[in-house]
């Protein structure tokens, strides 16, 4: 099947296109996003965020038996993985 123009990812722009998806939908700032919404949030498949949080690579919140992640905490994840330029 072939995807819509507006779903696939651009080398530009991808970043600000997924946060943007989550920031501005009107959830709470301190709202706790399950697997998919990680993966939405992060511009990647819930069965990458299961094998991350697998590997304890994410930190999140267990609700029971659920697993939900905060914003805060895939913010951190991004940051920690930040790799500067040489020059």
Do not use: Q
């Not at 989550?22 to 959830?27: A, F, K, M, Q, R």
């Not at 299961?50 to 609700?63: D, S």
């Amino acid at each position: 099947t072939a995807v819509a123009p507006e779903h696939r990812l651009s080398a530009v722009g991808v970043g600000e296109r997924c946060f943007a998806s989550i920031n501005g939908s009107g959830e709470p700032e301190g709202s706790l996003l399950d697997y998919a919404g990680a993966a939405r949030y992060l511009c990647t498949t819930p069965r990458h965020i299961r094998e991350l949080w697998a590997k304890r690579y994410l930190a999140a919140t267990k609700v029971g038996r659920s697993v939900r992640f905060s914003k805060k905490d895939l913010d951190a994840f991004i940051s920690a993985r930040r790799v500067r330029a040489l020059r």
